[in-house]
């Protein structure tokens, strides 16, 4: 049988100070992207329920 050796992950965790007002906008940043995204994605899920709905109720 070979001998296994452990390979390390193939990139290593970097461990980095990221600046306080730099990760504020980051966040700020996916909170402005990401709550329309998922308004329009609940509006359109909920206008395909109607649709079938609607289709049901005829």
Known sequence: ???RQ???PACPAISATVDPEV???VISE???IA???GSLFG???WMLNWSSRSRRDQ
Do not use: S
């Open 43 to 45: 509006v359109w899920l």
């Open 35 to 37: 709550l329309p995204v």
């Open 30 to 32: 996916l909170v402005v």
């Open 23 to 25: 990760q504020q906008f």
């Open 6 to 8: 452990r390979i390390g």
């Open 1 to 3: 049988m070979a001998n």
